[in-house]
């Protein structure tokens, strides 16, 4: 990455003290050398690392930090903001929502669930708008310039979909049966994540998140791949673990496409009862992904 998550003031935990990471309150339990066990507010323990939670601390900051320059930037830029506010009619998402085919959902519309998100990304240097995806029961968001650059595909984008059990929201990228029938952002998504320290933002936000990596087409992998502190492990693989997510995606075959999702997905019932809310967790992940992005889309 290349905004600097390690500038924020000396930082030291304390057992008996109560912190903040991705899945909610916690308490230091013990500490001893590098390892600590933490305790969440439902009895939860789990053993994990100083130096791995004193980055997520670190992290944290800076993006609340890179939060309130957003706003203030939203704000000087307002005039790109449409006077009527995206989402105004979305309440929620509803049972009849939940299903695979698109006939009549209105959820995906901008004045729905697909313009909330997309007002309440307004708060960045791009600008997000929504699109409801052609035969899918899903919403697509983009910068609005590079979806208008757009011929036959996205160099990448964020996206929502609901089926008859759950709904799935995060990063989406695809790569074409060959790299010349169409623009794609895969050589820059390849390139970006060869960096080390990209591939280890992207590994630590996927453990905080709780997200999947899956190729919907299984033609890269079949594996769902899920994050660890230290590597990458793959669900149905003899391969125990795995060092280079970028090393594994870089293997795929040449000859077959592919649709990389990198997503959290919630039940169907947790979700509608998120109501409006949903909206922020959606706006929430797109904010945090924003580097992995703008490296696929090669704007640096």
Same mark, same amino acid.
């Given at each position: 990455?290349?905004?600097?998550?390690?500038?924020?003031?000396?930082?030291?935990?304390?057992?008996?003290?109560?912190?903040?990471?991705?899945?909610?309150?916690?308490?230091?339990?013990?500490?001893?050398?590098?390892?600590?066990?933490?305790?969440?507010?439902? *009895?939860?323990?789990?053993?994990? %690392?100083?130096?791995?939670? @004193?980055?997520? &601390? #670190?992290?944290?900051?800076?993006? $609340?930090?890179?939060?309130?320059?957003?706003?203030?930037?939203?704000?000087?830029?307002?005039?790109?903001?449409?006077?009527?506010?995206?989402?105004?009619?979305?309440?929620?998402?509803?049972?009849?929502?939940?299903?695979?085919?698109?006939?009549?959902?209105?959820?995906?519309?901008?004045?729905?669930?697909? *313009?909330?998100?997309?007002?309440? %990304?307004?708060?960045?240097? @791009?600008?997000? &708008? #929504?699109?409801?995806?052609?035969? $899918?029961?899903?919403?697509?968001?983009?910068?609005?310039?590079?979806?208008?650059?757009?011929?036959?595909?996205?160099?990448?984008?964020?996206?929502?979909?609901?089926?008859?059990?759950?709904?799935?929201?995060?990063?989406?990228?695809?790569?074409?049966?060959?790299?010349?029938?169409?623009?794609?952002?895969?050589?820059?998504?390849?390139?970006?994540?060869?960096?080390?320290?990209?591939?280890?933002?992207?590994?630590?936000?996927?453990?905080?998140?709780?997200?999947?990596?899956?190729?919907?087409?299984?033609?890269?992998?079949?594996?769902?791949?899920?994050?660890?502190?230290?590597?990458?492990?793959?669900?149905?693989?003899?391969?125990?673990?795995?060092?280079?997510?970028?090393?594994?995606?870089?293997?795929?075959?040449?000859?077959?496409?592919?649709?990389?999702?990198?997503?959290?997905?919630?039940?169907?019932?947790?979700?509608?009862?998120?109501?409006?809310?949903?909206?922020?967790?959606?706006?929430?992940?797109?904010?945090?992904?924003?580097?992995?992005?703008?490296?696929?889309?090669?704007?640096?």
């Amino acid at each position: 990455m290349t905004e600097d998550v390690e500038r924020a003031e000396p930082f030291e935990f304390v057992v008996g003290e109560n912190y903040v990471n991705e899945k909610g309150p916690f308490e230091v339990m013990s500490i001893k050398r590098d390892k600590m066990v933490i305790q969440w507010e439902d *009895g939860t323990e789990r053993e994990t %690392t100083v130096e791995m939670q @004193l980055r997520i &601390q #670190s992290r944290r900051r800076h993006e $609340k930090e890179m939060r309130e320059k957003s706003a203030q930037l939203a704000a000087q830029k307002a005039h790109r903001i449409s006077k009527a506010k995206g989402g105004a009619s979305f309440k929620g998402l509803q049972s009849d929502d939940f299903k695979d085919k698109i006939s009549r959902t209105r959820w995906r519309g901008r004045d729905m669930l697909g *313009g909330d998100v997309a007002h309440r %990304t307004q708060a960045t240097p @791009l600008h997000f &708008q #929504s699109w409801a995806a052609r035969n $899918k029961n899903a919403i697509q968001w983009a910068d609005a310039v590079l979806w208008k650059k757009k011929r036959k595909a996205l160099p990448a984008w964020f996206f929502g979909g609901a089926d008859k059990t759950s709904f799935t929201f995060g990063f989406r990228i695809e790569r074409p049966a060959a790299e010349g029938d169409s623009p794609s952002g895969w050589t820059a998504f390849l390139n970006w994540l060869k960096n080390q320290e990209n591939e280890q933002w992207l590994r630590e936000i996927a453990l905080e998140e709780g997200l999947e990596i899956y190729d919907t087409r299984n033609s890269c992998f079949s594996d769902v791949i899920t994050a660890g502190e230290k590597s990458w492990s793959l669900s149905d693989s003899a391969e125990a673990a795995v060092d280079s997510l970028g090393a594994l995606i870089e293997r795929c075959p040449e000859a077959k496409p592919v649709d990389l999702v990198i997503s959290k997905r919630i039940p169907k019932k947790d979700a509608i009862a998120r109501k409006k809310d949903i909206s922020d967790e959606i706006a929430k992940l797109i904010s945090r992904l924003m580097p992995l992005y703008k490296g696929a889309a090669d704007m640096g």
